[in-house]
């Protein structure tokens, strides 16, 4: 409505006037909190604020009441549409009673009643948010309201009472009153809405009424139509009248032509606009122009795509680009002939139209003879965009080009007869000599000479059971054919009429849904393409993910196309859409569990849903790998920690969808999450446990993927952290799979928590009482540097350590770069302190032990 801007702006004001308000009854109460105190030394700063108060709302009453008289007057046109549309709509009832109204004449008149419904429920949508809105600005004057009031009763206590104090108080009861009157004003207001709502929503009922009527109407005529019978002899006066009419038409164009140039008034209207000519003959030659810089660029541009024309759809492109290059130049004149027409004012004169109409007329025709010679390249074999041999591809070339051009002549020839408002009796039987006409040229495409070719050009499977297919429905044309024939000669031509139309639209149909079918066919394997498609080559997409990617979204497409097609094919054979609601809706019906319900639509949705989940987190961790990983220079615990969150965040989506479909409603959160908090407590902890213990070494990251632990005496590294587990295998090549719970709760020794960087190896040797120490350490410290795995810096350090019990112990701290370098580092070190020790001469001891026996050995002897 006009109104609903005045009313948000109203509004907002509003609440500014309410805000001072509020201030200023809170700055006069805490003054007065006392009744014996005199008043406070602020009640200058109220009394300037409360004029500026009144003096809102005034404004504010006065707007009111301007938007009030405004819709007082909507008001009064409301209800004298809505008596007028009574009227019509009663007038209309009767005619379909007493069936006085044509098909057609119901047909536009639904139409009106359609879009006026529609203006109606958003009129009353709108009506319905103003009061509202005005609701909510009632609510906040009422609360002003008994906020003055309260501050009268509270000035009213007060005492003694000043000059000041009585200033307040009657500026205070202007402010109720005018805060009543602003209350009324929108009350009246709220009112006189609610009764144009009232007069909207009755003429909404009214409106689906009558419209529900005419539905009811137009099918039983048009069924009753269907069966009406007409005489033989009116299917000769209609022949008759529509040749007489197409012949005398070149006649008729040809006069008024002439009688134009006669009366001399192209002369006077180009004089007129003698500028406009001039500037329209210069448009001319830059058009011409242009065409002809057009058909270089375009034939550069097929050169370029000639070298990876190898599917079915590029070549098509390639044809259609090369057949608007030659006709260019007369597309230019079309476009120029139509702003001649358009600057002179003579757009809107029909034998303009006619003339204009020609022109279009005999550029499509040239059109759709070099698109057809591009297709089937009859004078060169196995060139073409269906390679077929010359015979085949020239009866297909010449069959389509004189059908088509018999088909836009005649359709030309009947436009151009109603755009002159001559009677055309024949227009329906013309027009049903040209779907006969188009159904018997469909059969004859489908002859048997030509159809294994034609079938191998196509790249379609030209086996027995396609040939025989196709065989079945030529078969099935030709009997529809002769059927309509029949059906019209015995008079019911309207019933022929809608069969033709029918069998035509099912066929064009059929055709288109093929075409968009291979093409997005040849698009999806240009994407998705396991080896050879633009994820594969260019971003390195795995084969095996694009594989199932590809399948699924080739047959995903060929059916919703499939569906799409059959859809049209029914609603051409008289389906509306109110039956293929319920034939959908079939589909949404099934057995339910509480708020779930188990359709077989809410199943498939709900399945896709899931799968699409997974492949889009495969496809995303795939992309971060190969586009973002590598760049960064990120470890790859860092990599393994966005990958998962960003498998666990696509699928809890999937999941989202797949509850949604099911019909779960995620209003009732908190229901949702009590019942998940109560299997936690009773059967779920250990899982739940797990996956928050996943998530916690994923974001704080005590060990990553790719460490190298230490776990029960178990050397091993970090393959992969899952949502209830992680994989650790051991140098042994064994895996353990650990509770995530068990590594947050336990000690874990991790070697690389800073990264592999150097640390610290210790090793113990000992040699013998004898040997110099000196020299010992010079060795030991010359083979330590002469390691490569040991790092110099810091230099490697050797300490006599202790006396042992048979050897001099000497401890060994050496650096190495990696936690890796360890073990074999250990163990070249071992090697080559032994092998030096044995090059110098240096012993290294073993243990030592002296026995002492109690009873002499002579006596042991003896006794033996």
């Not at 909510?136 to 009213?156: S, V």
Request: aromatic residues 8%; positive net charge.
């Amino acid at each position: 409505m006009n109104y609903t801007q005045e009313l948000n702006n109203a509004r907002f004001q509003l609440r500014s006037g309410i805000l001072m308000l509020c201030l200023s009854l809170c700055l006069t109460s805490s003054g007065w909190a006392q009744t014996s105190s005199p008043p406070p030394a602020r009640i200058p700063a109220q009394e300037k604020i409360l004029p500026d108060i009144a003096y809102e709302l005034q404004e504010k009453a006065a707007k009111f009441k301007e938007q009030l008289a405004q819709i007082q007057n909507e008001l009064r046109q409301t209800q004298g549409e809505t008596a007028e549309l009574a009227n019509a709509i009663s007038t209309h009832t009767a005619a379909l009673t007493v069936d006085t109204i044509t098909l057609e004449h119901a047909r536009n008149l639904q139409q009106h009643y359609n879009d006026l419904l529609q203006k109606k429920i958003e009129n009353v949508q709108a009506l319905t948010h103003n009061l509202e809105e005005l609701t909510k600005i009632q609510e906040e004057l009422t609360q002003a309201k008994n906020k003055f009031q309260e501050h009268l009763i509270q000035l009213a206590k007060t005492k003694p009472k000043t000059k000041e104090h009585r200033t307040v108080e009657l500026r205070n009861q202007k402010n109720l009153k005018l805060a009543e009157s602003a209350v009324n004003l929108l009350e009246d207001l709220k009112k006189t809405l609610t009764a144009q709502l009232e007069l909207l929503q009755q003429q909404s009922n009214s409106l689906t009424e009558i419209t529900s009527k005419l539905q009811t109407f137009i099918d039983q005529k048009f069924k009753t139509q269907l069966l009406e019978r007409r005489e033989l002899s009116d299917i000769f006066t209609q022949i008759k009248g529509l040749l007489t009419e197409s012949l005398s038409l070149p006649q008729r164009l040809y006069a008024w032509l002439w009688a134009k140039l006669q009366s001399g008034a192209f002369t006077k209207m180009l004089k007129t606009y003698q500028s406009q000519s001039l500037g329209l003959l210069l448009l001319l030659g830059l058009l011409i122009y242009g065409a002809i810089v057009l058909r270089r660029a375009s034939r550069d541009l097929r050169q370029k795509l000639a070298a990876g024309a190898a599917t079915f759809s590029l070549k098509l492109i390639m044809a259609l680009i090369n057949a608007l290059a030659r006709t260019s130049q007369l597309l230019a004149l079309t476009i120029w002939l139509t702003l001649f027409f358009w600057t002179l004012d003579l757009l809107a004169h029909p034998l303009a139209k006619v003339m204009l109409l020609g022109l279009v007329v005999i550029t499509t025709l040239l059109l759709q003879a070099h698109f057809l010679q591009e297709v089937f390249q009859p004078g060169l074999p196995d060139k073409g965009v269906i390679m077929l041999d010359e015979p085949t591809a020239r009866y297909y070339y010449r069959t389509l080009t004189l059908t088509l051009s018999l088909l836009i002549v005649g359709y030309y020839a009947l436009l151009s007869l109603n755009l002159l408002a001559y009677k055309t009796p024949g227009s329906n039987f013309a027009l049903f000599l040209g779907l006969l006409f188009l159904l018997f040229w469909f059969a004859r495409l489908l002859k048997r000479p030509h159809l294994e070719n034609l079938l191998a050009g196509a790249g379609l499977p030209a086996g027995p059971w396609q040939v025989g297919i196709l065989k079945a429905v030529r078969l099935g044309m030709l009997l529809l054919l002769s059927a309509i024939v029949i059906i019209d000669l015995l008079g019911f031509q309207n019933l022929a009429l809608f069969l033709s139309g029918a069998a035509v639209a099912t066929t064009l149909l059929c055709l288109a849904g093929w075409f968009v079918i291979r093409m997005g066919v040849d698009l999806n394997t240009y994407l998705t393409h396991p080896r050879d498609g633009l994820l594969a080559v260019k971003f390195g997409f795995r084969a095996e993910n694009l594989d199932t990617i590809h399948t699924l979204l080739q047959y995903t497409f060929q059916l919703t196309i499939s569906l799409l097609t059959t859809a049209a094919i029914l609603f051409t054979w008289g389906a509306d859409a109110a039956y293929l609601r319920n034939m959908l809706g079939l589909l949404s019906h099934g057995p339910t569990l509480g708020p779930v319900t188990l359709s077989p639509l809410a199943l498939l949705l709900a399945g896709l849903s899931i799968f699409f989940a997974r492949k889009l987190s495969r496809m995303s961790r795939h992309i971060l790998e190969r586009r973002l990983y590598h760049r960064q220079g990120w470890d790859i615990g860092v990599q393994s920690a966005i990958s998962s969150s960003v498998n666990y965040t696509v699928m809890a989506l999937g999941i989202i969808f797949a509850l949604g479909f099911l019909g779960i409603n995620f209003s009732n959160l908190a229901i949702i999450v009590g019942g998940l908090g109560v299997g936690i407590g009773f059967g779920l902890q250990n899982i739940a446990n797990n996956f928050i213990s996943g998530l916690i070494l994923l974001f704080e990251r005590p060990i990553k993927v790719g460490d190298m632990l230490v776990i029960d005496g178990q050397w091993g590294t970090v393959k992969a952290i899952r949502v209830r587990s992680t994989i650790f295998e051991t140098f042994e090549r064994y895996v353990l799979i650990i509770p995530n719970s068990d590594l947050i709760s336990g000690k874990i020794l991790n070697w690389t928590f800073y990264g592999r960087g150097p640390n610290r190896l210790a090793l113990k040797v000992g040699v013998g009482y004898n040997s110099n120490v000196h020299e010992v350490t010079r060795i030991i410290d010359q083979v330590c540097r002469a390691n490569e795995r040991v790092l110099l810096d810091p230099p490697p350090q050797v300490y006599f350590n202790a006396y042992g019990d048979s050897s001099l112990d000497f401890n060994i701290w050496v650096f190495v770069r990696a936690p890796e370098d360890r073990i074999p580092a250990t163990h070249e070190l071992n090697a080559a302190i032994f092998d030096a020790f044995n090059a110098h001469g240096i012993e290294i001891p073993f243990p030592q032990r002296d026995l002492r026996f109690r009873t002499p050995l002579e006596t042991v002897n003896r006794n033996q």
